[in-house]
Structures are given as structure tokens and as C-alpha cells.
């Protein structure tokens, strides 16, 4: 792992493969660390000529934590977006997609394919509407629009996800308990949850840190994202979008809508898979990100390493 310089902060990021190759860049979701990313799943991506580079997102894992910033106050922030007031927040998420942008630039990478998963899809649409310069392709999985007529998480798994977590240091036990309660709701019923594996992850991530008030100026962003589909309009690259059909928490009407808003992108829906990216999908998901890569203009399909 390495810290890089990024839009203000320190963004910890670790890479696989050959740093000549077109450079891969895998975006986490809400609230988890760059090792969401399994290591063999990256490894696959690099074996088929790619750069791939994994990072923390801010207020999460090695990262900045901008923990100066109080927790939001969530009943405040849903009053204001009812009146129809924006919010006052610590960041949004096109800051979050600066900050990718800045992690790009601290590599000396002038473009790269972009994949981000749940919130971190949303902040690579960002990232290819807001800075198209940067995009070659984007693949965005288990993600929305912010589009409000769509269906939104089912009550309960919401209560689940915003219900505080046991201690890690204090609770074992019950942090694990808790942690694995969430994953099997909304891991889908074709692709059941490797408990042991999600156990080491989460334990892991843990002991690299563990800032439950980070994960909720996270949702604070999320939150005052409002509808993106104008900017998805105006999306011009090769564009995947991956979405489970049994997915709870993002219900798959919100991966279908991000595909009909960006010109020309490509829907897969996985039958089975919920919310969650297990291991026996990573060949498949990664069959598509390679497909939609190779469809970039040959041209474009470079790393520079002219900045800095």
C-alpha cells in the first residue's frame, strides 16, 4: 500500500500488473475499504494486460478521515431535502470523484477505465460525465441515478444498514454478527455469502480502520447526490452496466435506468446476485469489464505517463 497526494488529501492505494498497460481504476462502495476488491479478482484483470490500481476511498480505510467533521445529523439532512433546501455537508460526491481524478493525476495516468461499484459506481458516472478527458471506459455495477420515481431498498434492509454496529474491539462477536446479518440480506439468493471469507474481511478492514462516523458523511453525500441523469446523458464513452436481479438494497429497476440514460451503454443483468460481488461471479464480471474496455477507441486506449 502507498499514500498518493490527491485533491487535498492522502489517498491509500495499492496496483497489480505492469504500470506500461492501460490502467484499470476500481472505485469501493459506501462505507468499505479498497480490499473489497479481492486480490484475485485483480490479479485476473492485470493477467489480461491491464494496471490495476485499488483505492480508499476518503473517510474510509487508510485514507484522509475528515473526522473535524461531525457525523451528519440524518433526521436534519432528510428535513432540508423534504423542504426541498440542500444541505449543508461535509462533501459531495463529485469531491469524491475529484479526489479519483487527483489519484490519476499523482500517477502520472492521463486516462483510465473506470469501474465502481454501489456508491462508487455513482462516483465513477461522475467521474465519466464530469471529466470525459480522464474516461476511457466505464463499467458500473449494482449503482443508480438518483433517479426519485425509481423503487427504492427494501424497509428492512435499510434498518439494517443504518442500525449502529457492535464495537469491533469491544464486541467481536457482535460486530461480525452484525456485519454478516446485512451481507446474507442482501447478497441475493443465487450466490450465498462465503461466511468464513467475509468474516477475514471484515475483520481485516477493521483492524485497518474502523470510523463509523466516516461511513456516514458518506451516506451524507450519497444522500444530496439528487438525480443524475442529465450528466449520464452526456456519457460518450464504452459503458457497461452490471446489476443483480435480486439486489434489495439498489433494486434492479436502478441499474436498468442507469443504461437507458447513458447513450449506448450496454445492461447485464446477473440473474441471482443481490447486492454483493462474491467470489464465484469475479470471472464473469471481469469477462465484461475486459469486453467493454476493448471496445475504447484503439487510439485512446493508452496510459500516458507525460504528466507530473
Given at each position: 500500500?502507498?499514500?498518493?497526494k490527491a485533491?487535498?488529501?492522502d489517498?491509500?492505494?495499492?496496483?497489480?500488473?505492469h504500470?506500461?498497460d492501460?490502467?484499470?481504476?476500481?472505485?469501493?462502495?459506501?462505507?468499505v475499504?479498497m480490499?473489497?476488491w479481492?486480490?484475485?479478482?485483480?490479479?485476473d484483470?492485470?493477467?489480461?494486460?491491464?494496471?490495476?490500481?485499488?483505492?480508499?476511498n476518503?473517510?474510509?480505510?487508510?485514507?484522509t478521515h475528515?473526522?473535524?467533521?461531525?457525523?451528519?445529523?440524518?433526521?436534519a439532512?432528510?428535513?432540508?431535502?423534504m423542504?426541498?433546501?440542500?444541505?449543508d455537508?461535509?462533501?459531495a460526491?463529485?469531491?469524491?470523484?475529484?479526489?479519483?481524478v487527483g489519484?490519476?493525476?499523482a500517477?502520472?495516468?492521463?486516462?483510465?477505465h473506470?469501474?465502481?461499484?454501489s456508491?462508487?459506481?455513482?462516483?465513477?458516472?461522475?467521474m465519466?460525465?464530469e471529466?470525459p478527458?480522464r474516461?476511457?471506459?466505464?463499467?458500473?455495477?449494482?449503482s443508480?441515478?438518483?433517479?426519485?420515481?425509481?423503487?427504492?431498498?427494501e424497509?428492512?434492509?435499510?434498518?439494517?444498514?443504518m442500525r449502529?454496529?457492535p464495537d469491533?474491539?469491544s464486541?467481536?462477536?457482535?460486530f461480525?454478527a452484525?456485519?454478516l446479518?446485512f451481507?446474507?440480506?442482501?447478497?441475493?439468493?443465487?450466490?450465498?455469502?462465503?461466511e468464513t471469507?467475509?468474516?477475514?474481511?471484515?475483520?481485516e478492514?477493521?483492524?485497518?480502520?474502523?470510523?463509523?462516523?466516516?461511513?456516514?458523511r458518506?451516506i451524507?453525500?450519497m444522500?444530496?447526490?439528487g438525480?443524475?441523469?442529465?450528466?449520464?446523458?452526456?456519457i460518450?464513452?464504452?459503458?457497461?452496466?452490471?446489476?443483480?436481479?435480486d439486489?434489495?438494497l439498489?433494486?434492479?429497476?436502478?441499474g436498468?435506468d442507469?443504461?437507458?440514460s447513458?447513450p449506448?451503454?450496454?445492461?447485464m443483468?446477473?440473474?441471482?446476485?443481490?447486492h454483493?460481488l462474491p467470489?464465484t461471479?469475479?470471472?464473469?464480471?471481469a469477462?465484461?469489464?475486459?469486453?467493454?474496455?476493448?471496445?475504447?477507441?484503439?487510439?485512446?486506449?493508452?496510459?500516458d505517463?507525460?504528466?507530473?
Amino acid at each position: 500500500m502507498t499514500i498518493a497526494k490527491a485533491n487535498g488529501i492522502d489517498l491509500a492505494w495499492d496496483s497489480f500488473g505492469h504500470e506500461g498497460d492501460p490502467a484499470i481504476l476500481l472505485i469501493a462502495g459506501l462505507g468499505v475499504q479498497m480490499i473489497r476488491w479481492a486480490v484475485p479478482f485483480c490479479e485476473d484483470l492485470a493477467a489480461r494486460g491491464y494496471y490495476v490500481i485499488r483505492f480508499d476511498n476518503r473517510d474510509a480505510g487508510c485514507s484522509t478521515h475528515l473526522s473535524r467533521c461531525a457525523p451528519p445529523d440524518f433526521g436534519a439532512l432528510a428535513a432540508a431535502l423534504m423542504a426541498g433546501r440542500q444541505p449543508d455537508v461535509p462533501y459531495a460526491l463529485p469531491d469524491m470523484a475529484a479526489d479519483a481524478v487527483g489519484l490519476l493525476d499523482a500517477l502520472a495516468i492521463d486516462r483510465a477505465h473506470v469501474v465502481g461499484l454501489s456508491m462508487g459506481g455513482m462516483i465513477a458516472q461522475i467521474m465519466a460525465s464530469e471529466h470525459p478527458e480522464r474516461v476511457l471506459s466505464l463499467t458500473s455495477i449494482m449503482s443508480g441515478t438518483g433517479n426519485p420515481a425509481l423503487p427504492q431498498a427494501e424497509p428492512d434492509v435499510m434498518a439494517l444498514m443504518m442500525r449502529p454496529a457492535p464495537d469491533p474491539v469491544s464486541d467481536e462477536v457482535g460486530f461480525l454478527a452484525h456485519s454478516l446479518a446485512f451481507t446474507r440480506r442482501i447478497a441475493g439468493p443465487g450466490h450465498p455469502v462465503d461466511e468464513t471469507a467475509h468474516r477475514d474481511l471484515v475483520l481485516e478492514e477493521a483492524r485497518r480502520a474502523y470510523d463509523p462516523g466516516g461511513t456516514g458523511r458518506q451516506i451524507a453525500a450519497m444522500a444530496v447526490a439528487g438525480d443524475r441523469r442529465a450528466r449520464l446523458a452526456t456519457i460518450g464513452v464504452p459503458t457497461l452496466v452490471i446489476h443483480g436481479t435480486d439486489d434489495p438494497l439498489i433494486p434492479p429497476a436502478c441499474g436498468a435506468d442507469t443504461a437507458t440514460s447513458i447513450p449506448g451503454a450496454a445492461f447485464m443483468p446477473i440473474d441471482g446476485m443481490g447486492h454483493h460481488l462474491p467470489a464465484t461471479l469475479h470471472r464473469t464480471v471481469a469477462d465484461a469489464i475486459d469486453r467493454v474496455a476493448k471496445r475504447a477507441t484503439p487510439s485512446r486506449a493508452v496510459t500516458d505517463r507525460s504528466r507530473g
